[in-house]
Nanobody
């Protein structure tokens, strides 16, 4: 129901833009966001956005470098990633859940809808 795309290999300092489109079910009224999981690590919160797009929240590690946005007409959420660092290397997962976007920093447990993930690799 959620399909992420836009991952790839980029050098440190570069940029990537991830997209995540919903299909089969309308999720345009749900808060959406992104998590990531690096090898050997737990899945962690990256960013979330309210259903209207009026509020967004970020992990401290990406604040000021990443920007989340959404287009409800396309039922799509985006993650613009700038000034990428090797430590940003991970599989990035988009998600949708009716819980307030402000609560997503607590972690991935209980999130209802997940995309399959897209690999982001940042070389030094």
């Amino acid at each position: 129901q959620l399909q992420a795309s836009g991952g790839g290999l980029v050098q440190a300092g570069g940029s990537l833009r991830l997209s995540c489109a919903a299909s089969g079910r309308t999720l345009s009224s749900y808060p959406k966001g992104w998590f990531r999981q690096a090898p050997g690590k737990e899945r962690e919160f990256v960013a979330s956005i309210s259903w209207s797009g009026g509020s967004s929240y970020y992990a401290d590690s990406v604040k000021g470098r990443f920007t989340i946005s959404r287009d409800n007409a396309k039922d799509t959420v985006y993650l613009q990633m700038n000034s990428l660092k090797p430590e940003d290397t991970a599989v990035y997962y988009c998600a949708a859940d009716p819980n307030y976007a402000s609560s997503w920093y607590r972690g991935p447990n209980g999130i209802d809808y997940w995309g399959k993930g897209t690999q982001v690799t940042v070389s030094s």
